[in-house]
């Protein structure tokens, strides 16, 4: 009952860094998403994915990338890590783009 | 970007006590969902709606969907403890895009 694993769960990078943000989810889920929450900001959309081999940008995708190529894993990486990025992450996945978000259990990221 | 306008920001209550926060947009939805996340791990679905006017219980919880389709409530009955948290809504517009918006959260508190 795996359902969304994000890895690592904290992480602290220097700016100008890169990194990659891990998410898989073992559901058969064919949409998926990075959201960063900050406070008072409630969660902003960064990028997201349909299904396999097709990505499309979110409200916030400065500074981020993302591939999409198998249906279980869809990383997030930090091209050069800046302080504006420090934020928890989040990862989640749906059946379908018409159906609710499953969330994984977030990356605590801290860029100083 | 677009955001909800959540409220309350955040509540102190006692156990026992009944619960109501809401969610409002200027933007008309055709699904609302309410979600609660405890300290450390990520958002948990609690009630989806996908129909104005719908009424949905889950437990304790009861959600309406307005009959506008601007607006969400989320009523919890006779709160104990283990209702702490932050309570978020989430809107998907009727545009077209299969992206949903986040409410800024309610911080519930309960005092025993």
């Known amino acids: 009952n795996a359902g969304v694993t994000q890895t690592p769960k904290f992480q602290v990078l220097k700016t100008g860094q890169s990194m990659t943000l891990q998410c898989a989810q073992d559901m058969n889920h064919e949409y998926m998403s990075w959201y960063r929450q900050d406070p008072g900001m409630g969660l902003r959309l960064i990028h997201y994915s349909v299904g396999a081999g097709i990505t499309d940008q979110g409200e916030v995708p400065n500074g981020y990338n993302v591939s999409r190529s198998t249906t279980e894993d869809f990383p997030l990486r930090l091209l050069s890590a800046a302080p504006s990025q420090t934020s928890v992450y989040f990862c989640?996945?749906?059946?379908?783009?018409?159906?609710?978000?499953?969330f994984g259990n977030g990356t605590r990221l801290t860029v100083t | 970007g677009q955001q909800l306008n959540q409220s309350p920001q955040s509540m102190f209550i006692q156990e026992g006590e009944d619960v109501s926060m809401n969610c409002t947009s200027s933007?008309?939805?055709?699904?609302w969902l309410w979600y609660k996340q405890d300290p450390g791990e990520g958002p948990v679905l609690l009630i989806a709606?996908?129909?104005?006017?719908e009424l949905t219980s889950n437990g304790r919880l009861t959600a309406q969907f307005g009959i506008t389709r601007k607006d969400s409530f989320l009523n919890i009955s006779a709160s104990i403890p283990s209702d702490v948290g932050i309570y978020f809504c989430?809107?998907?517009?009727?545009?077209?895009?299969?992206?949903?918006?986040f409410g800024t959260g309610t911080r519930l508190k309960v005092l025993a």
């Open positions: 709606l996908y129909k104005a006017g």
């Open positions: 933007s008309i939805f055709n699904t």
């Open positions: 989430a809107g998907r517009t009727t545009s077209g895009t299969y992206k949903y918006i």
């Open positions: 989640a996945s749906s059946i379908s783009r018409d159906s609710p978000l499953h």
